[in-house]
Nanobody, 122 residues
Framework: QVRLVESGGGLVQAGGSLRLSCAASGSIYGFNAMNIYWYRQAPGKQREWVAAITTGDSSDYADSVKGRFTISKDNAKNTVYLQMNSLKPDDTAVYYC??????????????WGQGTQVTVSS
């Protein structure tokens, strides 16, 4: 069982910055063995992918956040971060951390956190 806890959300003005964190616990696997993703869901919209970082430390981003968001991780702390700069009102959403365990794992491989609210005011 992997538990994910997001933190760092809050209310900011447009143009401001936030740094989200996602800490993992309850697994014999560290973040070095996981593909890690950030998603977000705004009211009235479907959940959308925002950023990803793989076991090989390759990263990728949705077009809507490229140049503004940066994903990183600290394997020793089992924590992944999302640095969010130049925030826009359209970034307002609940942000979720998601991990995918290796294929040889028995049982569930896909885990989600409870989310952290990000609100950007104009």
């Amino acid at each position: 069982q992997v538990r994910l806890v997001e933190s760092g959300g809050g209310l900011v003005q447009a143009g401001g910055s936030l740094r989200l964190s996602c800490a993992a616990s309850g697994s014999i696997y560290g973040f070095n063995a996981m593909n890690i993703y950030w998603y977000r869901q705004a009211p009235g919209k479907q959940r959308e992918w925002v950023a990803a970082i793989t076991t090989g430390d390759s990263s990728d981003y949705a077009d809507s956040v490229k140049g503004r968001f940066t994903i990183s991780k600290d394997n020793a702390k089992n924590t992944v971060y999302l640095q969010m700069n130049s925030l826009k009102p359209d970034d307002t959403a609940v942000y979720y951390c998601n991990v995918l365990l290796p294929a040889w794992v028995t049982g569930p491989r896909d885990y989600w956190g409870q989310g952290t609210q990000v609100t950007v005011s104009s």
